[in-house]
């Protein structure tokens, strides 16, 4: 291996420009709220400056920490996040609260699942490195991890919380692909879990009523003003800071349907320069992970990379109408204070796995030399 590289210059550039856009699009969006709630236009926009401050601070601590170093605490971590889960679900039923996500200690306030979704794919990525070949066997290595995913998906799908409940599940299942588990075992998986959650869908009342607002767009007063939103932006927007939408007609603005906003105000051009941030962050930490020197870094980079993607894929999609409503964030732009910190932290990870590859190293290697055929049967 080469010695220590410098960290992805490319990676950290492009957060920083994700960062300072979200802090722009939270004060646009939100400033009538803000003076409607708060008497002052820029509560909501001096808070997410404090979570980004925060959430940059802890990004530099984990771009110092060596990632080798997480894989001693995976289990740790485990019952840690599934613990906070089951003692966010105690509280809401003591509580007799419907939908609450947040924990709450003292005057702190933190969302469980945030934190739950980097404890996962570290667990994950430390069983997997570590089984090696058992992995491939269903009984020691694809079931007990199975059942890990399974449970963390359950504790937050009972918040209920779908969106990242589901984020979790295709996590879980991708870094068993990935980490060569046997297509065979994952498809025995992948289906029943599938047809559960159409069931539920089918079932539970408010994921029922998202999926009839979905099919029947008359019925769907959010995503009705956000295409409204976004189609009024046109090629170059109205003008940042002149979105007609923020003045209560789009609900959660700034928040689930902030790129609604964004594209309003910025247009098409606009846009399309967010999706090429985005684009070009994914790409980095692709690369990260292909360059990883060793098997743990490969899955915890191909993960955190992955995690980040399918939340700017989910909340885009829903914004325009291409997915049901999932109350997904988008990273580095929404507001919010767990999933602002918990992509930084997700971005120092990456950082710092990008120091110590080797930028020689071929994915190929990282499987060994047996051949494609021979991995995945």
Known sequence: MQDEQKIDFWLLTVTLILAGIGLVMVYSSSMYLSMEKFGSGTNYFKKQAIHIAIGFAAMMIFTKLNYRGFAKFGKFFLISGLGLLGVLLISNQINDVGVNRWLRIGGFSFQPSEIMKIILIIFLADSISRMGENVRSFKEGFMPLTGVILLSFALVFLQPDLGIASLLLFIGFYLLFVG?????????????????IVFMVKNVPYMKKRWIEFIDPEMAYQIKQSIISIGSGGLFGVGLGNSSQKYYFLPELHTDFVFSIFAEELGFLGASVLLILTFMYVKR??????????????????????MIGIQVFVNIGVAVRLLPTTGMTLPFI??????IVT????????????KQGNYEMKLSRVFGSRSFRKVWT
């Open 180 to 196: 060569r588990a046997k297509i065979v075992h994952l498809l025995m998986i992948i289906t029943p879990a599938v047809v559960s």
């Open 285 to 306: 930490g692709l690369k990260i992970a292909n360059q990883a020197p060793d098997i743990f870094g490969f899955l915890l980079a191909s993960g955190l990379t992955m």
């Open 334 to 339: 929404s507001y919010g204070g767990s999933s």
């Open 343 to 354: 992509s930084f932290v997700a971005t120092g990870i990456l950082l710092n796995i990008s």
